[in-house]
Every structure is written in structure tokens, then in C-alpha cells.
């Protein structure tokens, strides 16, 4: 959540636009980083930082967003082998190693075994992958259109284009904006290439939401429609910025925004105007409103819907567009990195150290209460409570003893390599069917049975959990990350299993000698 409101997304989208000429690359990329980042990080929010740059990319190259987001979803669960806290199933076999030998895993001693897995998966997801999906278009690909915005802004003392020609600053956003008008003093001059800026003009400027993000933040201008008295509103509340059309129908037709009543429009600043026609000449807030204008607003979440019903405006989306939102990247990276490198060193327990995270988040307005508060999954809560609690009943009630038993009887005969094996591809086998937690919490009670009856380590048939319970490759349903991109890039069920299948028999073939080489069977 602090990753995405902070800006790093927007940022990072705007410095990889050139890869739209080059999709395998741009999608290359896209894997390697969602396999790092999901190694310290939840995968499906690995996942959803990186969609967004994906879509944009897909636009840009007027690709099919096929092409990225079935690898991106395969690419997130690559990450949860390589560290402990890539997963909770890490934690959870961790846990359970603690309560059988007294020693939990480490930070990265997933990471032998898993880390080569990663990288062999992420070759095939690179160079094989999208070969093997039907790149058709979805719904998504036909209905995005990208949209211009106008916008006003203020040049202040700090800026970095102070003295430069227009002309030098349209070239400096690679012409991705144009500015339409220049006020000085009040006074409006008409743009012309040669005309130099300086401190307190006000420039009315064209682009789209992405490069008018990028460029306000990065010449550190600042945003006229963001009125300090309108900002009268608490920092605990949750500020959002989103694009609303004017019916014909709307209060607004007609209207400026300064001819608005203060009580009418209080907390909601108008931040741009998007006009089919163009013609906007006028500063932001006296500019008349017209049918089938699309506006940009931000306000308080709940004061912007009471805003936008009583002036019978319609939402275009409901998803937050980053224009007026401040990027605080370095910060925000500063205290996630420092978090892992604090729980890689183990003197500080885990739980403790990613809650003070999350607070440390919170305080410093990275993260709203509400926001840290919605983004828990309580589902995700109840279902580890609930396996958790079925993984003990399992070992109390003597059927985890049973399970292994009937396996042992079967294939006492062949010997521990097979065994593992068998362990490895039923764990596979319920990711891929039911939750991928569950699966971990139902097997390694079972694998640490079956290690003790056969005499070996324990730790070789664990990793072999730990690798099968992130294979949840050959259906939609096994992982929210494979269910987060169904609908959004089009796929089929027989989709999953075209792509999924090659993939978990890769991962079989090659984390059985690698287990077998830095987890030996005899220690």
C-alpha cells in the first residue's frame, strides 16, 4: 500500500515508457522484478505494483496485456522460495521445524534451492511462456483510451525550470507536454517558444495523467487547484484523486469552480479538465464547465462522493488516478529495506519487526489508519487460523501418522529419494486445487512423519514442502494471484494448464537434485 501511494509505481512507469518498443524485454524486466520483490514481499502485492506498468506498456506497444499478466502472476509466486519471509508458508514450516528440532530456518536458507528454482523459472516464463498463450485481446485492451488532462500549475522559487524557455521545457517532458497558456501576474501571455519562465508564473499545461504526474514532481511545481483553504481536513483521512465526467444533466454545466459555494465544494480541490474539443484558455478555477468535460477532483474519499452526487457528476472509475499526490520513494524504501536487513540479521523477531514497519509506515502519513487498516485481508487471517488449527488436529488426532504410514507402506521399497518426490508432487497437487497455505500446513506434518519413519532429515523433506505448497500453477483457483489476472488479461482455465504444466515439471525436475545436494538426506 505505502509502496503504491508514495509513488514508486508511477515513477518507475514513467522511466520504463521506452520499453514499448521492445514488449519481451519490457516483459523480462516485469518477472525479474515481481521474483524480487515477492521474495520479500506479499506476491499478489508484487503483483499488483508491477499490472499497472504491465498495462502500460500493453497500451504503449498495443500489445495484448496476455502477454504480461499470466507470467507476472507465475513470476510472483517465484520469489516466495527464496526467502523466509517470501510466503507465510516459509513461516508456517519454519514454525513447525521450531516446535520438532528447536531450530527455526533462517532468513535465507531457502534461498540455495530456491533461488536457482526462481531464476530457471523465470527463464521459462521470459523466453517460453508467452509463446505457449493465445495472446487475445480482452475487453481491457479494446476499452482503454488514453485521456489528456490540462492542468495549472505554479512555478515556485525552488523550481528546476526557472529560466528555461518553453521550448526547453516541452523538450525537457519529451513533448509529452505541451503548455497552453502562461499567467504573469494576472496577466495572460500568449506561449511562444522563446518566452522564459520564472518564479510565480502560473502555466496552464496539457498531458497525459502519467507525464503530468512525473513531470509536477519532478521540477518540483506545485498544483494551483490544491487551495490551502480547502485543505482544512485531517491527515488521518484518506485523500483520493479520481476522474469524473459532467452529464448533460449536471449542477456544474455552465459553472466555474470559484462560482461554486465554499460549502458546496469544501475539502474537494479541482486538479484538471479533460475537453474533446480543447479550447481551454482560461486559468483552472475559471474555466466554464461544460457536457462531456471529464474532471479531475481530490478530496476526502467520502466527501468526494457526496460532492460528485449532489452536482450529478458520473465516476469514470473508481480507481485512483497519482495526480496530487506527493512521492515520497526514498523514505518509503529506506524503511523496507532497513526492515528486511533488521530480520535477515535474527535479532529481532519477525512478527515484531514487520509491525513496526506497518506502524512506522502509518505514523509518518505513508499510510493512512484507514488504508493500513483495509488493506489487511481478514480472509486470508481466518484461513491460516483455520489450517493452522487442522494441521494440529491432523498431528493430535493421529492422521497426519496414518497419511504417512499408508505412503510409507506403499513405497518403503524404493527408498527416501522417491519418497521425496511423491511428497514434493502431492503438495504440488493440493496447491493447485485448493489454498496454497493449506497445502503446507496439511504436508509437512506429514513429511516430518515420513523423514523420522525413514530415518533421514528432516529439512530435505521441509524444503520439499516449502517448494511444492508455491506451485500453484495449473489453475486459477490455487493462488489470488493467478485468480487477480483471469478476468483482466482474458485467460481460459486450459490457459493455466498450457503454461502451468511445463512450468511445475520444470520445478520438479530440478529442485529434487538440488534439495538432495544442499539438504542431504544424511546429515
Not at 275 to 294: F, H, M, Q, V
Not at 317 to 343: D, H, K, M, Q, W
Amino acid at each position: 500500500e505505502s509502496l503504491v501511494r508514495s509513488g514508486v509505481v508511477d515513477a518507475i512507469t514513467a522511466r520504463m515508457s521506452f520499453l514499448h518498443r521492445h514488449p519481451i524485454l519490457g516483459l523480462g524486466i516485469l518477472v525479474i522484478a515481481v521474483v524480487s520483490m515477492s521474495a520479500f514481499m506479499n506476491n499478489a502485492g508484487a503483483l499488483a505494483i508491477v499490472v499497472p506498468i504491465a498495462v502500460h506498456l500493453a497500451r504503449k506497444s498495443k500489445t495484448p496485456i496476455a502477454l504480461y499478466l499470466l507470467p507476472l502472476a507465475f513470476a510472483s509466486h517465484l520469489g516466495g522460495f527464496m526467502t523466509l519471509i517470501g510466503t507465510p508458508r516459509n513461516i508456517i514450516i519454519s514454525d513447525l521445524r521450531m516446535s520438532t528440532t528447536g531450530s527455526p530456518f533462517e532468513m535465507f536458507d531457502f534461498l540455495p534451492v530456491g533461488g536457482t528454482v526462481a531464476l530457471a523459472g523465470a527463464l521459462f516464463l521470459i523466453v517460453l511462456a508467452w509463446r505457449l498463450i493465445p495472446l487475445r485481446r480482452s475487453a481491457e485492451d479494446d476499452s482503454e483510451v488514453r485521456q489528456s488532462f490540462m492542468t495549472e500549475v505554479i512555478v515556485p522559487t525552488d523550481s528546476g525550470i526557472i529560466r528555461m524557455t518553453i521550448g526547453e521545457f516541452e523538450e525537457a517532458t519529451k513533448r509529452s507536454l505541451d503548455v497552453v497558456g502562461v499567467y504573469r501576474a494576472d496577466e495572460f501571455i500568449k506561449p511562444n517558444a522563446t518566452l522564459e519562465l520564472i518564479a510565480d508564473d502560473r502555466l496552464i499545461i496539457e498531458g497525459d495523467i502519467e507525464s503530468l504526474t512525473y513531470y509536477i514532481e519532478h521540477f518540483h511545481l506545485s498544483l494551483s487547484g490544491m487551495r490551502a483553504h480547502e485543505n482544512l481536513i485531517s491527515n488521518d483521512d484518506e485523500q483520493v484523486s479520481l476522474e469524473v465526467v459532467v452529464p448533460p444533466y449536471a449542477k456544474l454545466v455552465g459553472q466555474t469552480w470559484d462560482s461554486v459555494p465554499l460549502r458546496d465544494r469544501f475539502g474537494i480541490n479541482f486538479l484538471g479538465i479533460s475537453r474533446e474539443s480543447g479550447g481551454i484558455r482560461s486559468e483552472l478555477a475559471a474555466t466554464r464547465i461544460w457536457p462531456n468535460d471529464i474532471l479531475l477532483l481530490r478530496g476526502r474519499s467520502d466527501s468526494l462522493k457526496e460532492t460528485i452526487s449532489a452536482f450529478k457528476l458520473l465516476t469514470i472509475a473508481n480507481v485512483e488516478v497519482p495526480l496530487g499526490r506527493t512521492l515520497r520513494i526514498t523514505s518509503v524504501l529506506f524503511i523496507l529495506f532497513s526492515s528486511i536487513a533488521i530480520a535477515s540479521l535474527n535479532i529481532i523477531p519477525l512478527p515484531i519487526i514487520f509491525l513496526l514497519t506497518a506502524v512506522l509506515l502509518v505514523i509518518f502519513d505513508f499510510v493512512s489508519l484507514r488504508q493500513a487498516y483495509e488493506s489487511i485481508d481478514q480472509t486470508v487471517l481466518i484461513l491460516l487460523a483455520g489450517m493452522i488449527t487442522l494441521g494440529d488436529a491432523l498431528q493430535r488426532s493421529g492422521a497426519a501418522e496414518s497419511i504417512a504410514n499408508f505412503v510409507l507402506r506403499h513405497g518403503e521399497v524404493v527408498g527416501p529419494v522417491f519418497m521425496l518426490v511423491v511428497v514434493l508432487v502431492l503438495t504440488i497437487i493440493m496447491s493447485d486445487f485448493m489454498n496454497t497455505t493449506a497445502s503446507a500446513v496439511t504436508m509437512a506434518p506429514i513429511a516430518i512423519l515420513i523423514a523420522q519413519s525413514l530415518n533421514v532429515s528432516i529439512d530435505t523433506f521441509l524444503m520439499a514442502v516449502a517448494i511444492g505448497a508455491s506451485c500453484a500453477f495449473l489453475t486459477p483457483i490455487g493462488h489470488e494471484s493467478n485468480a487477480m489476472v483471469m478476468k483482466r488479461g482474458g485467460y481460459t482455465f486450459k490457459d493455466y494448464f498450457r503454461v502451468g504444466l511445463p512450468l511445475e515439471l520444470l520445478i520438479v525436475t530440478i529442485s529434487i537434485p538440488l534439495i538432495l545436494h544442499f539438504w542431504p538426506l544424511w546429515i
